[in-house]
């Protein structure tokens, strides 16, 4: 499901000693000690609280000093406080603009870096993947709060994708596009399952209609979006 694992991004400005890390990780030492040698560490931030972006954070503070910054301030450390909508980070030279885009969970942020290159970067964590479509972790994530944050994500425009999960994507735009045409997809074959087996058909029995070749592995994330899309499309309200 973290398909290559987990990527741990150190942000530098040009001319600044200084480095911002982005998801630390699970708990793994030598990762952690790689990340604290490429420091001065001044800051470590987090998209969200899955464990595969969280684990090592408390563990990156000891190494570093550093506070740890999240939305769900359980995954505060150090000193650091809960982040922002719409705040502008300053630190180690670098200024970093907080987006808040709950779907894939209620506490997801996206990283917009406006200096980063011609159209800027942004670091979506989970929301956006390098690499297939991301779960909703359905009842914490939403596809309401999702579809919205997709189109907050959109009016950044061209700007490069620098997934928390495969590789580095080099057109916002478009990646939004194709995730929103993926989820209406996904809406209109549920829909047809549900005209088929009944408006109040089960989760696993949809999942069996819609995701008949879905991997074992990955059976869980399958459900779990299915709960998500049904919830939308029986009137369930967005999780703000």
């Known amino acids: 499901m973290s398909l290559d694992g987990t990527n741990s991004y150190v942000l530098r400005a040009p001319g600044h000693q200084g480095a911002v890390v982005v998801d630390p990780g ?3 030492e030598a990762h952690l000690k790689a990340l604290a040698a490429a420091g001065p ?3 470590i931030l987090v998209t969200h609280r899955h464990a595969d972006h969280t684990a090592g954070s408390s563990r990156l503070r000891e190494l570093t000093g550093a506070p740890v910054r999240a939305a769900d ?5 150090g000193g ?10 300053l630190a180690a030279g670098l200024e970093i603009r907080v987006m808040a885009t709950p779907g894939h969970t209620s506490d997801s942020v996206c990283f917009q870096l406006p200096g980063d290159g011609p159209h800027g970067s942004v670091l979506t964590g989970d929301t956006i993947l390098g690499r297939g479509t991301t779960m909703l972790d359905y009842p914490d994530g939403s596809l309401g709060d ?8 959109e009016a950044l425009g061209e700007a490069t994708v620098l997934p928390a999960h495969g590789p580095a994507l080099t057109s916002l735009t478009d990646i939004v596009g194709s995730y929103r045409s993926h989820r ?4 209109g074959q549920i829909r047809d399952a549900l ?4 408006q109040d058909a089960a989760v696993r029995d949809v999942t069996d209609a819609v995701y008949s070749d879905v991997d074992p592995s990955v059976r869980r994330a399958a459900e779990t979006s299915v709960a998500a899309q049904l919830h939308y499309l029986r009137g369930g309200s967005a999780r703000h």
């Open 80 to 89: 650091g406080h809960p982040l922002v909508e719409g705040e502008t980070i």
């Open 146 to 153: 999702y579809l919205a944050s997709l189109d907050t994500l």
């Open 184 to 187: 209406l997809d996904r809406l």
């Open 73 to 77: 301030p359980n995954h505060c450390h």
């Open 26 to 28: 699970p708990l793994d």
């Open 195 to 198: 005209d088929r087996l009944g």
């Open 41 to 43: 560490v001044k800051l």
